[in-house]
């Protein structure tokens, strides 16, 4: 399986100032046929369902504000909220779909300093 | 829009069968694949597998050997059953669209194993 490892597990950020998230996987998930990374990110507030915010590892959905921003590529990827809102207090998953079983980072909570 | 809900019972005694169906509306089930993810309370998320609508499937190795995920494309509905269940099962279980990424998801059910 491959074991996808965030950090940190929490962090409080003020209103307006950025909010990094890392994601690491313990193989590639770049496949080298298309150039593509097998990665998403996700968005869970409590009591709902995760929300998918980002695919390819930075391909926003559509409709997911500006702010998230997704990069890295093969093993080190990165979420990044450029001015944190008070909406986007949750917690945060990466994912791998380069190979089954499909496996989730542990989650990172984000909340306000 | 493409919906998922999910039903079935929320509570299962132990060493039963747990068995949900997903409801999709809003598009048709025969394309992409469809996945049941779990995650118990307070706890992280846990892939259980997949069918595509032609009946293929493909199952987290954890659960392989207590898990059939099956379709029905005429009801436009697919199904999860887990046997012999213990307490460690019970979660909220979602069912979500899944090509690659999961993009879709239902609201969730909460599955209690207790007797």
């Known amino acids: 399986d491959i074991v996808m490892t965030q950090s940190p597990d929490s962090l409080a950020v003020s209103l307006g100032e950025r909010a990094t998230i890392n994601c690491k996987s313990s193989?590639?998930?770049?496949?080298?046929?298309?150039?593509?990374?097998?990665l998403a990110w996700y968005q869970q507030k409590p009591g709902q369902p995760p929300k998918l915010l980002i695919h390819w590892a930075s391909t926003r959905e559509f409709g997911v504000p500006d702010r998230f921003s997704g990069s890295g590529s093969g093993t080190d990827f990165t979420l990044t909220i450029s001015s944190l809102q008070a909406e986007d207090v949750a917690v945060y998953y990466c994912q791998q779909y380069y190979t089954t079983p499909r496996t989730f980072g542990q989650g990172t909570k984000v909340e306000i300093k | 829009q493409v919906q998922l809900q999910e039903s079935g019972p929320g509570l299962v005694k132990p060493s039963e069968t747990l068995s949900l169906t997903c409801t999709v509306s809003g598009g048709s089930i025969s394309s992409y694949y469809w996945s049941w993810i779990r995650q118990p309370p307070g706890k992280g998320l846990e892939w259980i597998g997949y069918?595509?609508?032609?009946?293929?499937?493909n199952y987290n190795p954890s659960l392989k050997s207590r898990v059939t995920i099956s379709v029905d494309t005429s009801k436009n509905q697919f199904s999860l059953k887990l046997t012999s269940v213990t307490t460690a099962d019970t979660a909220v279980y979602y069912c979500?669209?899944?090509?690659?990424?999961?993009?879709?998801w239902g609201q969730g059910t909460l599955v209690t194993v207790s007797s």
């Open positions: 193989q590639s998930v770049l496949y080298s046929s298309n150039n593509k990374n097998y």
């Open positions: 069918i595509y609508y032609n009946g293929n499937t």
């Open positions: 979500v669209r899944s090509d690659n990424y999961f993009d879709y």
